[in-house]
């Protein structure tokens, strides 16, 4: 069960964890795998091109004639193995895009968030009345203090979709290492296992419990 903190830090309470996170996942690991290796090959480029021996320009003249002067035979000088010359087996541009159907996904969500339920990882901030202006300050309710913003947990803090105080959060932790803001929206399944803790502002847990309601099946 989460706590609830307040903007000094302080435990005010805590939040029922949705009853979706609370079964065991623990056989889903290869959907987890897969669904990570999709949000990391998807946004790949995938530009990365070489030129074959026949795409190379120039080349056309037998460098030397074929016997007689003791040195190996040699077609052209845009054969693989002169300088400047094509490249065998080398990249070409291609896609990376991973498909994963839509109960899939799911189901690696719901199952990395269980694991940081299970571990004890979610905090919720109550972030209706942020007012925090310092990024030392905002050190100090993360860390405790600001002098452990450096060796604390990796921190992810994730707020509304168009929370008001999502852009304050963003600003005052925009200098701190260990960590990053993003909200409900775009937060993902490897967003949620590269952090060590996730906060959630209120606005952001009241959604996510809203989408895995009780009774809902992943």
Do not use: C
Not at 65 to 93: E, L, N, Y
Not at 101 to 128: H, M, P, Q, S, W
């Amino acid at each position: 069960m989460p706590n609830v903190i307040d903007s000094t830090g302080k435990i005010v309470g805590d939040v029922q964890t949705p009853a979706i996170f609370e079964a065991d996942y623990s056989d889903k690991g290869h959907a987890i795998y897969r669904a990570v290796h999709r949000e990391f090959a998807n946004p790949r480029a995938g530009t990365a091109s070489t030129k074959k021996r026949d795409e190379v320009r120039g080349g056309g003249r037998k460098p030397w004639k074929q016997k007689g002067t003791g040195r190996a035979r040699q077609g052209s000088i845009r054969s693989p193995q002169w300088r400047h010359g094509g490249v065998v087996f080398g990249p070409q541009p291609r896609s990376f895009i991973e498909g994963l159907n839509k109960k899939e996904r799911r189901v690696a969500f719901v199952a990395a968030l269980a694991d940081r339920f299970k571990a004890g990882a979610i905090t919720v901030l109550d972030a209706g009345e942020f007012a925090i202006a310092k990024t030392a300050d905002f050190a100090v309710l993360l860390f405790g203090a600001a002098k452990n913003a450096k060796s604390g947990p990796s921190t992810l803090i994730v707020h509304g979709f168009g929370e008001k105080a999502g852009p304050e959060i963003l600003r005052v932790s925009r200098n701190l290492k260990k960590v990053a803001v993003t909200d409900s929206g775009a937060l993902d399944v490897k967003d949620v296992l590269r952090y060590e803790r996730l906060v959630f502002t209120s606005a952001a847990y009241e959604a996510l419990s809203a989408a895995f309601a009780q009774g809902d099946k992943a």
